[in-house]
Nanobody, 125 residues
Framework: QVQLVESGGGLVQAGDSLRLSCATSGRTFSRYPMGWFRQAPGKEREFVAAITWNGGMTYYADSVKGRFTISRDNGKNTAYLQMNSVKPEDTAVYYC??????????????????WGQGTQVTVSS
């Protein structure tokens, strides 16, 4: 079992930067591919970014490519989402996720077995 706890959300202005953190429990953090999803009010949950177990590969939604960066520190059992040049449309609850699957489709929510409780990010214009 993996427990995920997000932090770092808040209220920022358009153009600002924000870094989300995802602290995990358990000794097997380094085994799991990790990712971030988000859900805005009245919208479906959507993929944001993902990273392989060793950080060798990363994947991004087109809407955040070039602005967001996902990373991980296996020594600290923590994953991160650096958000630069944020826009009002980035406003959402952001969820940290982890997968216990092989050959997963990085972009769909059903590929991820463990979810955090979410952290709110609000971007004002």
């Amino acid at each position: 079992q993996v427990q995920l706890v997000e932090s770092g959300g808040g209220l920022v202005q358009a153009g600002d930067s924000l870094r989300l953190s995802c602290a995990t429990s358990g000794r097997t953090f380094s085994r799991y591919p990790m990712g971030w999803f988000r859900q805005a009010p009245g919208k479906e949950r959507e993929f944001v970014a993902a990273i392989t177990w060793n950080g060798g590969m990363t994947y991004y939604a087109d809407s955040v490519k070039g602005r967001f960066t996902i990373s991980r520190d296996n020594g600290k059992n923590t994953a991160y989402l650096q958000m630069n040049s944020v826009k009002p449309e980035d406003t959402a609850v952001y969820y940290c996720v982890a997968s216990n699957q092989y050959g997963l489709n990085w972009y769909v929510s059903t590929s991820y077995d463990f979810w955090g409780q979410g952290t709110q990010v609000t971007v004002s214009s």
